[in-house]
Each structure stands twice: as structure tokens, then as C-alpha cells.
């Protein structure tokens, strides 16, 4: 199931939300029936918290269904809330926005190309998931520029053909190229999304969602 939605009207909703298969975790002043249409669109349990006191958890956070890997600016509370559901860790890199520097589902996990060994052994090991150095469509931000699920991949407009096969490689599923939010190619900063569902930014268009339900074999 696909839900057109916006967090306090703003429509890049993967910027401050982030699920796995099990889980959503969305800003604390989000309202009931935002919690309430995650849980329905993508068959979770959705959550509030912050992250580093901030609302950018989808920016700030990755997750699969084996771990969560954070930033390192998140505090002990907000770790331990993550902890008690997920195998956690932070990364201490200088690219700790992770949620949009790495993108990632069950099988494999696709970084941007300057982050160091050290946050990658981080991340391979919270996410039990090989990790592999690209940038997609020329950006270093793969994991805003695309959306990745146990099912599929959607990808920035201008994603090469080598890249199409380097993400069937790490990531085990077919990917597709799509826009949002009106013709935005910023996928994974406006799509927040399992193999069950999604929510998507309000401004998407009728062919956008066919896109996103094409692409992530969402019927």
C-alpha cells in the first residue's frame, strides 16, 4: 500500500522518518494519525523519538532488519530506544549523516564512496550486510537519491547502466529509475518504505506511484 502524505506539511518525507520491515520511527510531535498511516501503508510498529535532539531521523539513521546504525551525535536515550528493538551502533565519521550516505536492505548495503574503513566495518556489522563503495546517478548521497527495499530499488533519472549492475550485485534485487514529489530525484529523501508499503510525499504525481509500485512490487 502506497499513502500520499507530509510531515508538518513538508513533503520529503524520508528526511525525518525511517522504517524497516517490523518498524517505523517517526519525529515526537507527530501526530496520531501520521503514526497511524505508517502502521497501516507499511504493516509496522511506528514509534516517536529524535535523533542528535533533532527530527531528521530518516538523515540520520539506516536500518535493515537485522540493525540500526546511527549517528554519533544521537544521545544514550536515544540509542537505548533503538536497542531495545534493533542490534545498534554508531558511526564516528565525519559523513554520519548515515541515512543519507548509505542505502541499504537485507542483503547488502551500497556507501557513499568517502566514508572511511572504520564506519563501514561499523555499519557491516549492524546491518550483518556486505558494504560496498558507489556513488549512483553522480551523487555521493546514495542513500537520499534512492530507496531500497527487500523487493526492489528506485534510483536517481540519471543512474548508469554499470550502477543498475553494481546494485543487483550488493543489493540482490532489480532497480528501476524514477522522480517524486512532482519530478524530484531526491527518491530516498521523499519516500519512506518497506516491502509491504510506503509513504510518499504529497506533491507525487498518479505516474510517480506507478513508478514506486512497479519498481518496489508493491500490488
Not at 42 to 61: D, P, Q
Amino acid at each position: 500500500m502506497l499513502k500520499l502524505s507530509s510531515y508538518n506539511g513538508v513533503e520529503f518525507l524520508g528526511v525525518y522518518c525511517r522504517a524497516n520491515e517490523e518498524l517505523a520511527f517517526v519525529p515526537n510531535d507527530s501526530e496520531d494519525s501520521f503514526l497511524a498511516d505508517f502502521e497501516e501503508a507499511l504493516g509496522v510498529k511506528a514509534e516517536r523519538t529524535t535523533i542528535a535532539g533533532t527530527n531528521l531521523l530518516g538523515a540520520l539513521v539506516v536500518m535493515n532488519s537485522y540493525g540500526a546504525v546511527l549517528t554519533s551525535m544521537a544521545s544514550d536515550a536515544e540509542t537505548e530506544l533503538f536497542s531495545k528493538k534493533l542490534n545498534v551502533a554508531k558511526v564516528f565519521d565525519r559523513l554520519n549523516a548515515v541515512g543519507n550516505n548509505v542505502l541499504a536492505n537485507d542483503n547488502g548495503a551500497i556507501v557513499n564512496p568517502e566514508m572511511e574503513d572504520d564506519a563501514m566495518k561499523v555499519i557491516e556489522d549492524a546491518l550483518q550486510v556486505e558494504c560496498v563503495r558507489a556513488s549512483i546517478g553522480g551523487h555521493k548521497t546514495v542513500g537520499s537519491v534512492c530507496i531500497a527495499t527487500n523487493k526492489g530499488v528506485l534510483c536517481h533519472p540519471e543512474t548508469t547502466k554499470a550502477e543498475f549492475e553494481l546494485i543487483r550485485s550488493v543489493l540482490k534485487v532489480s532497480p528501476a529509475i524514477g522522480t517524486l514529489n512532482y519530478g524530484s530525484p531526491m527518491l530516498g529523501a521523499s519516500l519512506v518504505a518497506n516491502s509491504k508499503g510506503g509513504m510518499v510525499g504529497y506533491r507525487s504525481t498518479p505516474i510517480e506511484l506507478g513508478r514506486v509500485e512497479d519498481a518496489l512490487s508493491l500490488y
